[in-house]
């Protein structure tokens, strides 16, 4: 698939969420794709920004460090 060919999917939504879908492109004057398209590229922002900080948790090289020292040394 090149970077700007585009498949179609199908997938049903409850009624409580596709009202909130049309609400929200009826104010900003989009389609419902527009606003699922959109929606996906943030959540799939968030998840490749938390998976990277879960990774840096679990990394026994990583300091930890205390909280009372980092705000100490930022108040000075």
Known sequence: MTPDSKDRITFHLPAPLL????SVARCHSR???????QAIECYLEDFEDLTVASERLRDPRDPVLDWDQVRGGLLR
């Open 31 to 37: 389609s419902r794709a527009e606003i699922i398209r």
């Open 19 to 22: 009202e909130g879908l049309d």
